[in-house]
Every structure is written in structure tokens, then in C-alpha cells.
């Protein structure tokens, strides 16, 4: 099965800007997504389609692509931003299934 | 609204079994594919199943294939997750989730969890 690898934390300042990276084979042929996870509570989509941002989320929520590599950016951070943040892709190995990075803290200094 | 409300979780033995239920509302149930994903204690998001719009076409994580079913009643507006021979490696949080209408596995509604655990 495919793999996808994020760093386990990221802190940042208010007001800065978050970078959150994803890397994978899989992200050569597949659209990459972002959840937010914040203490307790369920998970929420905040990019699809490696660049799309849901009704509802902030527009300081962006996200990019190239080759086999992801990356969120939340500019201009707010406390509120603190949370884990997972990307998540198609399995390529079956194209069928899904498959989660390790999940990146966001801590906000 | 739309709404997501897991239920069937609970402490059971090694070698058990448990069903997990996933009732749905605020959208028409049978337009869309369903996921599981789980979540042990301070560890992160793990895909367990995908179900397609009908129930004719599901896959499964190695981790959990030939233990873990996922099924759907669409009339019910409801998606199952029949969980046989547990072991303790199960005992995670639940969250059943609507995939996002984009023709990729992805999950844009998920539910609040139900908790599982698996001790002797």
C-alpha cells in the first residue's frame, strides 16, 4: 500500500505562516487532502483536490502541489488554528482505497 | 443538516465480534460512497473500509481483511461495520464518512465517533 509522510510537528507564531508538507508516490497520479483534527473532536476537510478550499473554511487555508508533494499553508496563524492536520490521498497500490499521513501538530506559540 | 451519528461501540473481549452502525441524515444517503476510519489513543487517522453508492463494490485495509465488513442499507439511510475476531490492536475511535463528490477517495462529512475497545 502507498505511504505518506508529514512531519510530526510545526510551530509557528501568531500571525506567521504555517507550511505543512505531504510527500508520496501517490501524489503523482492522485489528488491530495487535508483534514483538521482539533483535541476531541472529529476530523474536518479543510482542502480538496490538493488546492480547493470547502464552503465554511477561512481563506488564510491554501493549499499546492507539485510532483509528489502536498503542502497546506495557513497564513497570518490564529490561535484557533492549533490542531493536528492529516493528508490523505488514493491508495495508487489499489486505486480504490484510501490512505493517511502520520498527521502534523500545529502548535501556535 | 448534514449529519453523521455512529453508534455499536463498546468494550469487548479479544476474539469478539461487534457491529458498528452509522445512521445518516440532511442528504440522500444512497448518492454517495461511505468510509470507516479509525483512530487508536493518541495516534493518528488510519483508512479502514469504502463501500460504493449501491453496496455492491467495498475494500477493506490489509489490517482488518477477511475480520472487518462493511455493508449499507440504503432504505435505512444506515452504513455497518461488522467487526469479527478483535484483537486488542482494534480498540480505537470509530468515525464513519461520506466521501466528497469529486470522483477521489476522499471524505468531506464525518461522523462524532463511537469508541471501541478490546481488553480481556
Known amino acids: 500500500s502507498s505511504e505518506l509522510t508529514q512531519p510530526p510537528s510545526v510551530s509557528v507564531s501568531p500571525g506567521q505562516t504555517a507550511r505543512i508538507t505531504c510527500s508520496g508516490e501517490t501524489l503523482a497520479r492522485q489528488h491530495g487532502f487535508w483534514y483538521q483534527q482539533k483535541a476531541g473532536q472529529a476530523p474536518i476537510m479543510v482542502i480538496y483536490?490538493?488546492?480547493g478550499r470547502p464552503s465554511g473554511i477561512p481563506e488564510r487555508f491554501s493549499g499546492s502541489s507539485s510532483g509528489t508533494t502536498v503542502t497546506l499553508t495557513i497564513t497570518a496563524v490564529q490561535a484557533e488554528d492549533e490542531a493536528d492536520y492529516y493528508c490523505?490521498?488514493?491508495?495508487?497500490?489499489?486505486?480504490?482505497?484510501?490512505?493517511f499521513g502520520g498527521g502534523t501538530k500545529l502548535t501556535v506559540l | 443538516e448534514v449529519q453523521l451519528v455512529e453508534s455499536g461501540g463498546g468494550l469487548v473481549q479479544p476474539g469478539g465480534s461487534l457491529r458498528l452502525s452509522c445512521e445518516a441524515a440532511g442528504f440522500t444517503f444512497s448518492d454517495y460512497w461511505m468510509h470507516w476510519v479509525r483512530q487508536a489513543p493518541g495516534k493518528g487517522l488510519v483508512w479502514v473500509s469504502r463501500?460504493?453508492?449501491?453496496?455492491?463494490?467495498?475494500i477493506s485495509a490489509d489490517a482488518v481483511k477477511g475480520r472487518f465488513t462493511i455493508s449499507r442499507d440504503n432504505a435505512k439511510n444506515t452504513l455497518y461495520l461488522q467487526m469479527n475476531s478483535l484483537r486488542g490492536d482494534d480498540s480505537a475511535v470509530y468515525f464513519c464518512?461520506?466521501?466528497?463528490?469529486?470522483?477521489?477517495?476522499?471524505?468531506?462529512?464525518w461522523g462524532k465517533g463511537t469508541t471501541v475497545s478490546v481488553s480481556s
Open positions: 464518512a461520506r466521501e466528497g463528490d469529486w470522483n477521489d477517495v476522499s471524505m468531506d462529512v
Open positions: 483536490r490538493d488546492s
Open positions: 490523505q490521498s488514493t491508495d495508487s497500490a489499489t486505486s480504490f482505497g484510501g490512505v
Open positions: 463501500i460504493n453508492k449501491d453496496g455492491s463494490s467495498t
